[in-house]
């Protein structure tokens, strides 16, 4: 009889255990709380707008393609290679376009930043030398099985030990090869990649350079719901079961291995069962009575988000797909993120508008705003004067860059914010990314991807190891289908 396994979620990282678990010939179901599939990879339909409502930065696209083979069917996933990673934008008025590849942006980094082009050409080989050493001992395996960890790849990771910077943040490295602080602040960015701060943390996490500047980041045609949609309709066509509408409320165990879940509809039996709940709730709310690993769990926690979707009634040739327009203090404001728990009254606002290039995402005219700030943690805030003030901000800032009033230009709007997060997709208080990676051990600090007390019992998604974003989701699952194949050698 096929092994039975019941998934916990249906964001990328459960869609893509289902699909992997189903190459191994299991029989899975999934269930998901809300009433569609996706997790926050799900789009909305408003006015004649379409709005990806989560994620918008996607990047290595081979990891999905590779994912959605394997199984006999068809599913085509396409997506548009864009030419620039991101617009940048200063209180100055001063504003870069990056573009993407080593070559140009080290191009556009000594001839608009006045950066030195040795310590350019320094800085972008070394993250790449670094991405390559790190990917197939960090991120491909468990750091917790030492069968994954004895490898070829592991030695040669570790000849490069001391260029990583273990002993530096990211800020500390950024500034030591650059000299202009925009250089600085448009490379230390890539913290919040993973909901983090690069005043804290370790400068290993430069390597998403790579991603956003050497390779640069791609957007799915038809959106990136096409991520998640594609994923679900291979699953589906090869027998996973979905059930919407069907909260977990526990994982029901015996003797050491778990034997089944419980939902709010039914009960149901299983031999495995992977959660892609937050991995604190997954603890809180489905284990209770189980001892939790405390010291992961108290780690701190990824920042949140307020979002703003913004229908707007007119076209910005100012604008590309993705956009920054940066505070002018950056470690203020991540001091008001991760200590003081406030929103900056100075925010860097990060605009996303997919139809520049999908031009069916707005009426023709206008543009699908996806305007959002990095926000703290939900610990109580009066969130709704907050957001309101900061609504003020946003639009008063993005006025005087653009040199437009934008308020006149909303026709339509909806908000995002850390109570949502959690409440719709049970994010603990509403970070996005489980544990932040502020500290130099942050890597070790993440939830394996299996449960060293209940036998059966497994972990996916961007709250356990590896991390944070799309790419590390789907490695989560691959290395959940490893270790379920080594659990199980009789598969
Ligand atoms: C505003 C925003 C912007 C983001 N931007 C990016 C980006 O640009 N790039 C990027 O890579 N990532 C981004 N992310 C993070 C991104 O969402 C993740 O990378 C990825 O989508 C998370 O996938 P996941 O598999 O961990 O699960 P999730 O997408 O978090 O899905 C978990 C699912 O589990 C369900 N669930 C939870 N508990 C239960 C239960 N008890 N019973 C049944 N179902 C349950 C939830 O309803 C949810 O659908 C962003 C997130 C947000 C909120």
Known sequence: MRMKVGIIGSGIGALATAIELRKLGLEVSVFEANDQIGGKIVEERLEGFRFDMGPSVFTEPELLLDLLKGLDQNVIFEYHLLDESCRYFFNDGSQIKMPTQKERVGNTLVNELNENRSAVTGYLNRVEKNYRAIYPVFIKISLHRWRHLISKPLLSALGRLFKYGLHQTMHQQNKRYFVNPKTIQIF???????????????????????????????????????????????AAAHGVRFYTNERVTSIQHRNQRVVGLQTLKNSYTFDIVVSNMDIHYTYEKLLPHLKAPRRLLKQEKSSSAVVFYWGINKCFDQ?????????????????????????????TIYVHISSKVETTDAPEGKENWFVMVNAPIDVGQDWDSEIQLLRKRIVHKLSKALHTQIEPLIELEQINEPRLIDAKY??????????????????????????????????????????????????????????????????
């Open 319 to 347: 604008l590309g797909v993705h956009n920054i327009f940066f505070a002018e203090n950056y470690k203020e404001e991540f001091k008001a993120i991760f200590e003081t728990k406030t929103l900056f009254d100075d925010p």
């Open 188 to 234: 230390d960015r890539l913290a919040t990649y993973n909901g983090s701060s690069p005043y804290a943390a370790p400068a290993m996490l430069n390597i998403i350079s790579q991603l956003e500047f050497n390779l640069g980041p791609a957007l799915p045609k038809g959106g990136m719901a096409q991520i998640t949609k594609r994923a679900h309709e291979l």
């Open 426 to 491: 049970s994010g603990k208080q509403g970070s996005i990314y489980g544990n932040a990676s502020n500290n130099k051990f942050a890597a070790f600090l993440r939830h394996p991807n299996f449960s060293k007390q209940l036998k059966g019992l497994y972990f996916a998604g961007v709250t356990v190891h590896p991390g944070g974003g799309i790419p590390l989701a789907i490695n989560s699952a691959k290395i959940v289908a490893r270790c379920v194949k080594e659990d199980y050698p009789g598969l």
